[in-house]
């Protein structure tokens, strides 16, 4: 690791110009509060590339470098660009994909081993970020070493790039053996069509196995030189293959350069019907103005007041919210499912990137209100899934199942669905919920024999169980709704099978072994060796959505409970050696992982709302930023950002099956939600401000709110809601 800590020092010192919006007016389109850049710096981990809502491709450029700062190829901190490809990552905690990877060059190359991993010297520019800009569908950089500014947009399944150059000599270079962190090829092709296209296909490994990316790339005039090559040995054919194919396409004095590339998992041919329908000419200005007309779209489902700093937060996070889970089906509908075979989505668009340990929370629930629309398309794609693997997915992307963490988390998301009257075939979502939750694999077999995951079984164990335990409750409502008695008593008891984990004498849930006792070494802040998920005993401490009045009894009574939420967030983190994963943290609650993201809420269910109110405005304040590192963790597929989008708004699904959002402190002054069926909800936060963050009284339509939550149903029946705002509890 010290190599990547020298690395963001120099960054740090080299690069501390921060690239932000200009400061939109009361009339400016809402993509101008978008920054694309939050996120890249930290522990954000997202990129600032082009791409539509949903969509295949994530143009984007990377700085070449391996390492956890730049698992989604672009590091805020870094100077350097070695290429622009056409798949990435938003937020997650490994690296894969950048596949398709291009860079424009001129005269001499600039080209050095970037770090220890990587012994072969790359191929890169420096660059600036006072010359660089992002907004969605749109990146700009231009590269100071060969002179040439770079501009990348999208559509659903296909990239266009614009290059415009300062001097003559020009090559564009196509590395199709471009790796980082996790990804690997193992077999690619390129073949030369004509005189201004080629086509071929990447084959990788990496976090998710057997990739498989074909497609098209189609100048905007002929190259006048073209050399091939296979780690480093020239061919002079039109046809190669191998692992490190390298393709340079001479231009000459060409001043302006434009390519467009269209992806399939399918074939060629697919990736050529992608692009030709999608980009029937070269026309850069018209596919970047379509693409902010889609951004615009989407974000004009929420229209809010509020602060210059809360809109960008807000905006920024309502774009993240929508880069996944991303499009996987070509324009005809088919696509390579898991088992390699060729499907055709009917009815719906196959999506991929479930990051379902995270999304399930927030992400997922927050579709089911502004996107839905989306709906069939998601759960649908679940359910494709289950049709081709036997098993629902854990963390699928690619295509492919990566088996990343935990739980059964497609269960909830369509669970959700289920309750809330989207159109799901329910019959066939309950076999496949029981498919997931009926397998012997990650610990279930002594689950299900023993009512928890012992620590023989190995890391995580305590963690497995508590989510197992949600997930059956999930089941055990649809199980319920399809009036399966049998099946509803079976999930129903073990949705408490948490409880076997209790320790009353030290208060928190721990690890036991096959022989039922606890395990004697045993410490609440430890991380390592780790008997719960990417937590310790104080984040997992909170994990029962299913059952908090339960968890309150646990605790003996609701003075015990609130007093160790306080304990909570003042205990203080030993941090030293912490995981990169633990940030963003407040005593023990650390925002940057999700265990901890409901905890905040929980005050209300023990009757001291203030407590709630006070601890969200803390994180929504200190934890979000419109920096490049302003994001206080992961931003894991878009949990992240929904949790700032829910919170800002005044509510959050502690539950997020149970279509109740309990209530917090809204940051934002007002805001309009358009809803299915043409009905909009009002938010209007009275008095609102930083020093007004406790919550008076709420109304919905003229009615005092009785329960501290609402209900899916009252939010979908549309309105007006209205906290009285106070500086005062």
């Known amino acids: 690791m010290k190599y990547l800590l020298l690395f963001c020092l120099l960054f740090v010192i080299t690069a501390c110009t921060t690239s932000t919006p200009e400061e939109p007016s009361s009339t400016s389109p809402l993509i101008d509060y978008v920054n694309p850049f939050i996120g890249t710096d930290g522990k954000g981990k997202t990129y600032p590339g082009a791409s539509l809502p949903y969509g295949m491709v994530q143009l984007s450029p990377d700085n070449g470098r391996n390492g956890w700062d730049w698992i989604s190829g672009y590091f805020y901190p870094d100077s350097i660009i070695a290429g622009f490809s056409h798949l990435h990552l938003t937020g997650t905690g490994a690296g ?8 424009p060059t001129s005269g001499p190359l600039r080209s050095a081993k970037l770090d220890e991993v990587n012994s072969k010297a790359t191929v890169h520019s420096t660059f600036s970020h006072d010359n660089e800009k992002a907004s969605p569908g749109y990146y700009q950089v231009y590269l100071k070493d ?14 266009i790039q614009r290059y415009r150059y300062d001097q003559a000599d020009n090559q564009v270079r196509l590395h199709l053996g471009y790796t980082r962190n996790w990804d690997g090829v193992t077999a690619s092709s390129l073949k030369v069509l004509n005189d201004s296209t080629v086509a071929g296909y990447r084959f990788s490994n990496g976090w998710a196995r057997d990739q498989r990316v074909y497609f098209v790339s189609v100048f905007s005039k002929p190259w006048e030189s073209l050399d091939l090559s296979n780690a480093g040995e020239t061919v002079n054919t039109d046809t190669i293959s191998g692992k490190d194919i390298l393709a340079l396409f001479d231009f000459g004095e060409s001043q302006e350069i434009l390519v467009k590339t269209g992806i399939s998992t399918v074939s060629m041919d ?37 602060s210059q700093d809360n809109k960008v937060q807000f905006y920024t996070a309502f774009y993240h919210s929508m880069l996944a889970p991303t499009l996987l089906s070509d324009v005809d509908g088919r696509y390579r499912g898991t088992n390699n075979e060729i499907f055709t989505a009917e009815g719906y668009q196959r999506h991929c990137t479930f990051s379902l340990w995270d999304t399930y929370r927030a992400l997922h629930p927050w579709m089911t ?26 963390w699928s992307m690619a ?10 988390h497609a269960v909830p998301v369509l669970t959700d669905a289920i309750l809330k009257g989207y159109s799901v075939d329910t019959l066939q979502a309950y076999e496949a919920m029981k498919a997931s939750a009926m397998q012997d694999d990650f610990g279930l077999e002594a689950y299900k024999e023993l009512g928890y995951v012992p620590y023989e079984h190995g890391s995580w164990n305590v963690s497995l169980t508590l989510e197992y335990a949600f997930d059956d409750w999930c089941v055990a409502q649809v199980a319920q709704l399809l009036g399966k008695t049998e099946d509803y008593n079976y999930f129903s008891k073990r949705a408490q099978n948490y409880r076997n984990h209790f320790d009353a004498k030290t208060q928190f849930f721990r690890a036991k072994g096959k022989d039922g006792a606890f395990k004697e070494e045993w410490d609440p802040l430890a991380y390592e060796p780790s008997d719960y998920c990417e937590a310790n005993a104080w984040q997992y401490y909170w994990y029962v959505p299913q059952d908090v009045d339960d968890l309150i009894e646990l605790s003996g009574g609701q003075a015990q409970f609130v007093d160790k939420l306080d ?17 963003g943290y407040i005593g023990q609650y650390v925002h940057g992982n999700e265990p901890s993201h409901h905890v905040p809420y929980l ?14 405005r803390e994180v929504m304040n200190e934890l979000y930023t419109t920096a490049p590192d302003g994001l206080a963790g992961n931003e894991d597929c878009g949990q992240m950002s929904a949790w700032y989008l829910f919170s800002a708004l005044g509510f959050y699904p502690v539950n997020p099956s149970n279509g109740e959002y309990v209530l917090g402190s809204p940051e934002v002054e007002r805001a309009t939600i358009q809803l299915a069926g043409n009905k909009t909800l009002k938010v209007i936060a009275e008095n609102q ?6 919550v008076k009284s709420v109304q919905l339509n003229g009615q005092e709110l009785e329960a501290f939550y609402l209900t899916h149903e009252q939010i979908m029946q549309g309105g007006t809601l209205v906290f009285e705002m106070s500086a005062n509890q």
Not at 567 to 583: A, H, L, R, V, Y
């Open 270 to 306: 697919n990736a050529m019907l992608n692009l030709t329908t999608e980009q029937t000419g070269f026309d850069f200005e018209q596919v970047r103005a379509k693409a902010e007309k889609r951004w615009e779209d989407q974000l004009q489902k929420v229209v809010i007041e509020a």
């Open 146 to 159: 060969y002179q040439v500014n770079v501009e990348l947009s999208a559509t659903d399944r296909t990239g």
């Open 399 to 408: 295509g492919k199942e990566t088996n990343m963490m935990i739980g059964y």
């Open 603 to 616: 005050y209300q269910y023990a009757g001291q709302p203030a407590k709630t109110q006070a601890r969200l």
């Open 567 to 583: 304990q909570m967030f003042t205990t203080e983190q030993e941090i030293g050696e912490s995981p990169d994963w633990i940030s």
């Open 369 to 394: 209100i502004v996107q839905a629309e989306k709906m069939p398309d998601v759960t649908a794609s679940l359910l494709s899934f289950y049709e081709e693997a036997g098993q629902l997915p854990v």
């Open 96 to 103: 894969d994909l950048y596949d398709i990877s291009f860079l």
């Open 689 to 694: 401000s930083p020093d007004h963050i406790y």
